[in-house]
């Protein structure tokens, strides 16, 4: 049983354009789990919807009747759209939608889609041209996911979807970027330079220090050395010695006769 979308929300206060938007949208089921951290509603309509106001209208749910409570708003559509909705009708207006969703999910996703080239042929084949490079490659599943899902599930309508690659162009900005990431990248490794250079000197000096301290250790410890006897009389044996101190002491040479100084 499905109810009107303001029967479900009725103290919900929303301004005009708002009203008129979701006035004869319904709501097919509304979920949740057991710790009510989480609130799914499912709509249906028969207008499209712009994801903009899906994001304002989940935000005004949860502002307005569950405050500051930890609980997510989530609103999944589903349409049933009128058959002057072709598959190249229904991205023309829903582009801005996709566009944000995307924005939603990844920034990266949303600039590839934004940049792409598309066309259609055969009413329902979309040929979606993107930039050649190994982002796009790894994300192109994603972005055709969301597609399929917003054509096929949402909208219902069948489309078959075809990617191609184009040379990516280089922008002045984009050259304009590089440059200036690649001198970001010089500063940093001469900054890391500078800094290992100094903390080597600091290291030698501190070796330099450690090595005179030991040094200086080992001198103390040393025992002292005998003072050194004069030249002459340093390899004189010890009575030969004794025998020349007598000989040339002042008394002996004074009974001499001989003339002495001291």
């Known amino acids: 049983m499905t109810k009107q979308f303001f029967d479900v929300f009725p103290t919900l206060k929303v301004n005009s354009d708002c009203k008129v938007l979701f006035e004869n949208v319904e709501v097919t089921k509304v979920t949740t789990n057991s710790d009510r951290d989480y609130l799914h509603v499912h709509l249906f309509s028969t207008h499209l919807l712009a994801k903009s106001w899906i994001y304002k209208m989940e935000t005004m749910i949860k502002e307005q009747l569950f405050g ?5 708003i989530r609103i999944y ?4 759209l009128s058959g002057q909705y072709t598959p190249e009708n229904l991205m023309n207006e829903y582009r801005e939608s996709i566009l944000l969703e995307l924005k ?4 990266v996703e949303h600039n590839m889609f934004l940049n792409a080239k598309y066309h259609f042929e055969n009413e329902n084949h979309l040929y979606l041209k993107l930039d050649d490079t190994i982002v796009a490659q790894g994300k192109q599943d994603s ?15 069948p489309i078959q979807i075809h990617v191609e690659y184009q040379q990516a162009k280089t ?22 330079a500078a800094k290992l250079e100094t903390k080597e000197t600091k290291e030698e000096v501190k070796q330099e220090k450690k090595e005179h301290k030991e040094t200086a250790k080992t001198s103390a410890k040393a025992p002292a050395k005998e ?9 004189i044996p010890q009575k030969i010695q004794y025998r020349c101190d007598t000989l040339f002491c002042p008394q002996t040479l004074h009974k001499t006769g001989l003339p002495t100084t001291v």
């Open 68 to 72: 500051r409570n930890r609980i997510r």
């Open 77 to 80: 559509e589903d349409y049933q």
């Open 104 to 107: 939603e999910r990844s920034v």
């Open 143 to 157: 972005i055709v996911g969301l597609l399929n899902e917003v054509f096929e599930e949402r909208c219902h309508v």
């Open 171 to 192: 922008s002045k900005m984009q050259e304009h970027n590089a440059r200036m990431l690649q001198q970001a990248i010089n500063a940093i490794v001469e900054e890391n």
């Open 227 to 235: 003072p050194e006897q004069p030249l002459l009389l340093r390899n």
